[in-house]
């Protein structure tokens, strides 16, 4: 049995308190992370890939905050850009050539070593069950594949997905295509990140 309050309420076993996390516990609201921000060039995306920086402003909160479980700093999308497709924020996630044809789809690549196409997310991982040691189990986490699909389709955020849409409906293998190979990307992201050392796992 895991010694964390944590998993054991993931696994519906008996705690001496309810533990406590927050989906965004580090970000813009903390003086500290806008400090991080400053000492380094670039975008979020930048932020994300730096393994240094990124494991800092993961363990500002479970400093701060005392919370029972840290969550990996990173982005759901960043396992999409070893996929074939180039990401950046402006400030949000955009996609200069979202996916909406069958020779689209069929250029996305599905990496076979994940903890090759996106290094820096093991290197963050593994910089954090260093410094953690016993002190707080680490959740990764990705995106569900269906939200995946709306940023890869729209192109960038939206409020009523109308392409991913009318690709559902008019085109429903196309659809289906793009989610077998998102899906598959996926279990291989996640997988990765259980074995780099992420103790539990979040889908969002």
């Known amino acids: 049995m895991s010694e964390y309050n944590f998993i054991k309420a993931c696994w519906g076993q008996p705690v001496d308190r309810v533990p406590v996390w927050l989906m965004r516990q580090a970000g813009r609201y903390l003086p500290q992370y806008r400090a991080v921000r400053a000492r380094g060039e670039g975008t979020f995306l930048d932020l994300c890939k730096d393994p240094e920086r990124a494991a800092e402003v993961t363990i500002q909160p479970i400093d701060i905050l005392d919370a029972d479980a840290a969550i990996l700093f990173s982005d759901i ?116 990140q259980i074995e780099a050392g992420a103790q539990t796992i979040l889908e969002s």
Do not use: W
Not at 150 to 179: I, N, R, W
């Open 77 to 192: 999308l960043t396992p999409i850009e070893p996929m074939g497709m180039a990401l950046d924020f402006v400030p949000g996630p955009v996609f200069a050539n979202p996916i909406r044809t069958q020779a689209d789809v069929d250029a996305l690549i599905v990496p076979e070593n994940m903890a090759e196409a996106v290094s820096y997310v093991p290197a963050i991982i593994k910089r954090l069950r260093t410094a953690f040691e016993d002190r707080v189990p680490l959740i990764g986490f990705g995106g569900a594949p269906f939200t995946l699909a709306c940023y890869m389709v729209e192109g960038q955020g939206s409020k009523d997905f109308a392409s991913l849409k009318k690709m559902m409906y008019t085109d429903p293998s196309l659809y289906h295509a793009l989610m077998e190979k998102i899906t598959e990307m996926s279990l291989r992201y996640l997988n990765m």
